[in-house]
């Protein structure tokens, strides 16, 4: 375990960060994978920040009128490009305040795992001999990261538009959601396919149109769709719960990272650990899959607007 030893004082119990949500009415939070995103899907995210300005610049050591400012920046391990998404800077008049943060990360910058980082600085450079005292600009006296998966360094959630006449799959289905084997050691974007049925109309037209509700509707049956055969498969697995894995290999979340990831943020009850969360699931899909595919659809706010 590596513990960060920073050259300068920092503050204590001076920010209190709400969670980030992805939809500011509703209060959904930011789930730890987006098995569903797309590039063409921008990333919108919205958090509350409470600060104590004047209790940051007394724990560090800095003068009243010493200006701060936090900022907002995120950038995706496919390429580690730092973006910003929000800053905001703090007077010396300012004492205690609210800020409430909205940032849009656009899909066509985003891949693998998203890291959005929010920080407090100084904005300028200062004059002290202190020791210990924060003095140059741009020096981090808070800072807190989230991490979303996004898809695997190997690419998106994979689809394919196919002909299931031709696939010799059932011919008026929508998709169908291949999971390659079953090592849950494996890299979960390389292990997963949706195909996509051209045969359909409804989803060649929703290949061909703009976002409209019924294929954003049709889209979202896709997402509980991904998230019961992935969860569903691991839970009628005994051996699911013996992998012990980490999470990732060589920068992908793997398929046991991945179902664990989805039961914490859509599944588990407020109180349960993943495995408390999984060993009830298995119980309720066993003696009613009805109810559990229902559990899933409650999870993920199915469809898109319902009460979580």
């Not at 050259?7 to 930011?30: F, K, Q, S």
């Not at 005292?133 to 741009?138: D, I, L, Q």
């Not at 396919?193 to 051209?198: A, E, G, S, Y």
Request: net charge negative; hydrophobic share 40%; aromatic share 8%.
């Amino acid at each position: 375990m590596s513990i960060h030893a920073w050259p300068y004082r920092r503050p204590v119990d001076r920010v209190e960060a709400e969670p980030w949500l992805t939809h500011e009415e509703t209060g959904e939070r930011l789930p730890a994978a987006l098995p569903t995103w797309d590039y063409g899907t921008d990333l919108k995210l919205y958090r509350v920040v409470h600060l104590d300005v004047g209790g940051i610049r007394a724990d560090c050591g800095l003068p009243e009128d010493t200006p701060l400012r936090m900022c907002v920046r995120y950038w995706p391990s496919t390429s580690q490009i730092r973006y910003s998404g929000y800053e905001v800077s703090f007077s010396e008049h300012t004492s205690q305040t609210v800020v409430v943060v909205e940032m849009v990360a656009e899909g066509a910058d985003l891949g693998g795992y998203l890291t959005i980082e929010t920080l407090i600085a100084l904005a300028e450079d200062i004059d002290t001999n202190d020791p210990f005292v924060p003095h140059r600009a741009g020096s981090i006296l808070w800072n807190d990261q989230a991490r979303v998966h996004l898809e695997g360094a190997a690419g998106l959630l994979p689809t394919a538009p196919v002909s299931f006449r031709e696939a010799q799959l059932p011919p008026d289905a929508a998709w169908y959601v291949s999971m390659d084997g079953g090592d849950w050691h494996q890299a979960a974007m390389g292990s997963l396919l949706v195909l996509l049925n051209t045969d359909n109309p409804m989803i060649q037209k929703a290949l061909e149109a703009d976002k409209d509700e019924a294929t954003t509707l049709l889209w979202d049956t896709l997402g509980v769709d991904i998230v019961t055969d992935l969860v569903g498969r691991a839970l009628d697995d005994d051996a699911f719960d013996e992998v012990q894995d980490p999470s990732e290999v060589d920068g992908d979340l793997t398929m046991a990272g991945l179902v664990r990831a989805l039961v914490r943020t859509y599944l588990a009850q407020p109180t349960e650990t993943a495995p408390m969360a999984i060993k009830r699931l298995r119980d309720q899909r066993r003696g009613d899959p009805s109810k559990f595919r229902a559990q899933v659809q409650s999870g993920v706010g199915f469809p898109r607007g319902a009460n979580r």
